[in-house]
């Protein structure tokens, strides 16, 4: 990789000398050079303001000059020096070791040696502003390669969403002609997540991870899965399995977004006072993710109809989601979901827009 001509003449470059003659001198070399954009101040105290409000490429410094010294111009110059935003040449006619290292130490890439040499300064600027613009162009490759890393994976993360949702509605269209179940169930649990206080992230994961909560159903049997009936013990203990046959289709994971659903799986059916199944949890001894997906589920089953049921009107199904408050439903849950709009919840497309 190189820098071409032009890119260095057009390199930015400030020079920085109380000694009007030693200003002169270097801009005439680097006009002659061809050097298209360069400054100078006399004045120290100036620096940092012009460099605030454009940084250089490349600053000649002179290091004995009143207060402030070139010393304390690479102090407040540091905040770029150390990110590599700028190089620093200084110019001294002090070659003592002690002031080499000082300047060294201060972030000083290079010394020019009082009197000037022509041809030397024109090197030694040649050579840091190409190591300067290297650097510039490396890190624009670098970012241009992280964005096409992360088109690539939120490309990949498009695919394995779409790939989760599309399994989702498989486990429903056995009992939901739509298949829309899930994708309510999933919008309302994000709802109810956001009127809790959760973070936008945890609401993306809970909206997503929702949709799995009923995939054991895959492996439940017809007879049992669309009986119009009531279930007898044998057919409830096969229904029940759902829970366990979801969680370990996801479990295992090393992505967020499953394990979380693998937990929404595997305790969504868990009651509050500890009644419910597998594993009779109670409290907070059930995951967050699995009360709020909890009632998100119950409410979506009392106001569509099923194979085996038919819907409640909305009322009678606030009525009996309110009655389980603290026994099959965590009480701070069923009161983020009473501030929800719940007409907009029997409507999948309103539900996303407000969602």
């Not at 009143?66 to 590599?84: A, C, H, K, N, Y």
């Not at 000082?102 to 040649?126: C, M, T």
């Not at 998100?296 to 009392?302: E, H, I, R, T």
Request: with cysteine; aromatic share 4%; net charge negative.
């Amino acid at each position: 990789m190189t820098v071409s001509n032009a890119a260095l003449k057009r390199a930015r470059i400030l020079i920085v000398d109380d000694e009007p003659a030693n200003v002169l001198l270097l801009e005439r070399l680097l006009e002659r050079a061809g050097y298209e954009n360069f400054v100078s101040v006399t004045d120290s105290a100036q620096v940092l303001a012009l460099c605030t409000q454009r940084p250089p490429d490349l600053v000649l410094l002179d290091l004995h000059m009143p207060t402030p010294d070139g010393f304390e111009v690479m102090r407040q110059l540091d905040p770029w020096i150390s990110q590599g935003a700028l190089a620093v040449i200084v110019l001294t006619a002090d070659t003592t070791r002690e002031v080499r290292q000082a300047a060294l130490s201060g972030g000083a890439k290079d010394f020019l040696v009082k009197p000037l040499d022509a041809i030397e300064v024109l090197l030694r600027i040649k050579n840091q502003l190409e190591t300067r613009l290297l650097h510039v162009e490396l890190r624009r490759q670098a970012l241009a390669l992280e964005q096409r890393v992360y088109e690539q994976h939120e490309d990949l993360d498009e695919a394995r969403l779409e790939m989760l949702q599309r399994l989702a509605r498989a486990s429903e269209y056995r009992d939901d002609d739509t298949g829309e179940h899930t994708q309510r169930v999933g919008q309302t649990s994000a709802l109810v997540a956001r009127a809790l206080d959760l973070s936008e992230e945890d609401v993306t994961i809970i909206r997503h991870a929702a949709t799995l909560h009923d995939l054991g159903k895959i492996a439940v049997p017809d007879r049992v899965l669309l009986k119009p009936g009531s279930l007898d013990e044998h057919e409830l203990e096969a229904m029940r399995k759902h829970v366990r046959m979801g969680a370990d289709m996801l479990a295992n994971s090393r992505s967020p977004l499953l394990q979380v659903a693998e937990s929404i799986a595997l305790t969504h059916h868990e009651w509050w006072d500890g009644s419910g199944y597998l594993s009779g949890l109670r409290g907070d001894e059930i995951p967050l993710p699995g009360r709020i997906v909890a009632i998100a589920d119950v409410f979506d089953a009392l106001t569509h109809d099923r194979p085996y049921k038919r819907a409640l009107p909305l009322e009678m199904a606030l009525d009996e989601v309110r009655s389980l408050r603290g026994s099959q439903f965590d009480p701070r849950v069923v009161d983020a979901f009473n501030t929800l709009p719940h007409e907009e919840l029997l409507d999948l497309g309103n539900l996303r827009a407000a969602a």
